[in-house]
């Protein structure tokens, strides 16, 4: 499976696909005492809804492993508005927090969505907001007020309402969906009978770039989240393969057999400007860039196993970035470039590994045994990655301290290849 690190080309030839079935599993490693208690109370509302506002947020602070929800139900006293809360029943509770909230319906069929985060032991408001939003934007405000929470409750950016990508194969089809960041809500952005491979969010969340192998090759399209439309950046001859957008979206690199053995190409973003970047006779593949732009971080076998390297974007020679093992491979920097997450091959296990760039130190952070492409969150917090569960593929999570992990996964596939988007404006 993980061979796709030197041969992107050939993965459609070896994948094996199965079915998977939706599951949320959270594993709290360690670090539980550090976890704040918090309470969110069924929300009030005017109108009928599939999805539990309540439930949403308290799932999200769940998954950061920052928060522990407590269960509701047993207090009688169930609160929508300030004047209702009693202080003295969540104190009891040991809630140091407290979530309140309303859903009303609104003319010309839109809702007001209204919520207040209590601190529960100075008995004083935190933060509140009210939204209105149409009904199907539902599920995306739960997603927002939990980010609200995070931030007022940890001083950082939530992640909860940003959107994640991977490929799923269902019967003979493949299908290129986004989801919310909980794996909720998938959309199917592109399907085909033929395989699609290494999808790549734009840095404003508002294309993906992959490959389809539509015309019986691989080829790289961008496609619009927003229009739908799609148009092909690198058809050259031999494959084309691995894009990956720099960080003001205006390039991509991508990997060409155009003149040989697989290498590292710029391209602009519009299908001119192609520039040979890396000249080897190794294997150059999986291009990931620096969140400052000037390096471009790939794999390489020029050593004689797999092992990522970097180049500067101007050009010149490649330096070895990972020395410990002799397989590492699918290189993602955390955005604020100290990280560098990959998967190493250790005692014939895939896992997912981190290093840090600065002293070279590194962490086994997954405990499964074939992981791939490994993904930060836009904050850095937690990584996304995909694994294989009793032949089927899965989509896993795993903080960045590694004390956190949990599956989560849509039914009615098999999941490779995922891609955590960027925040949205």
């Known amino acids: 499976m993980l061979k796709k690190a030197l041969y992107c080309s050939l993965i459609f030839l070896t994948v094996v696909f199965g079915k998977a079935e939706a599951a949320l599993d959270i594993e709290i490693v360690g670090g539980a005492a550090q976890q704040i208690p918090i309470a969110v109370v069924p929300f009030a509302q005017t109108v009928s809804q599939n999805d539990s506002l309540a439930a949403i947020i308290s799932a999200d602070l769940r998954r950061s492993g920052l928060f522990r929800a407590l269960e509701t139900r047993g207090v009688v006293n169930q609160p929508h508005e300030l004047a209702e809360v009693k202080f003295s029943d969540w104190a009891a509770l040991q809630a140091q927090a407290l979530v309140i909230g309303k859903v009303e319906q609104q003319v010309n069929n839109r809702l007001k969505v209204s919520f207040r985060l209590l601190d529960v032991l100075k008995q004083s408001p935190l933060a509140g907001l009210e939204y209105d939003i149409a009904p199907s934007q539902l599920r995306m405000t739960a997603h927002k007020i939990a980010d609200v929470i995070y931030e007022k409750m940890t001083g950082e950016k939530g992640v909860f309402a940003t959107r994640i990508t991977y490929i799923v194969k269902q019967g003979n ?38 490959v389809s192998f539509e015309k019986k090759k691989p080829v790289v399209y961008v496609q619009s989240l927003v229009t739908g439309q799609r148009q092909v950046l690198a058809n050259f001859k031999g494959n084309n393969s691995a894009p990956c957008w720099s960080p003001d979206g205006s390039r991509l690199a991508i990997v060409l057999t155009y003149a040989a053995n697989s290498q590292i190409y710029l391209i602009n973003a519009d299908g001119t400007g192609l520039h040979q970047l890396s000249h080897s006779s190794a294997i150059d593949t999986e291009p990931e860039w620096s969140p400052d732009g000037k390096w471009v971080y790939f794999t390489s076998d020029r050593g004689g196993s797999p092992q990522i390297y970097r180049m500067s974007t101007l050009g010149g020679d490649a330096q070895r970035v990972t020395f410990e093992g002799s397989y590492n491979v699918s290189p993602h920097l955390s955005p604020d470039g100290k990280l560098l997450t990959f998967i190493r091959r250790e005692a014939g296990r895939f896992r997912v590994a981190q290093q840090e760039l600065s002293t070279g130190q590194v962490q086994l952070l997954s405990d499964s045994a074939q992981d791939e492409s490994p993904s930060f969150a836009p904050n850095g917090r937690m990584i996304l990655y995909a694994t294989n569960i009793n032949g089927r593929g899965v989509l896993s999570i795993v903080s960045a301290d590694g004390r956190t992990r949990q599956r989560l996964s849509e039914a009615g596939g098999d999941v490779r290849e995922p891609a955590w988007g960027p925040w949205m404006n």
């Open 173 to 210: 089809r493949f299908q290129l969906q986004v989801a919310d960041a909980d794996g909720g809500n998938g959309q199917t952005v592109l399907s085909s009978t033929e395989p699609i491979i290494s999808p790549s969010w734009s840095p404003d969340g508002t294309k993906l770039a992959y």
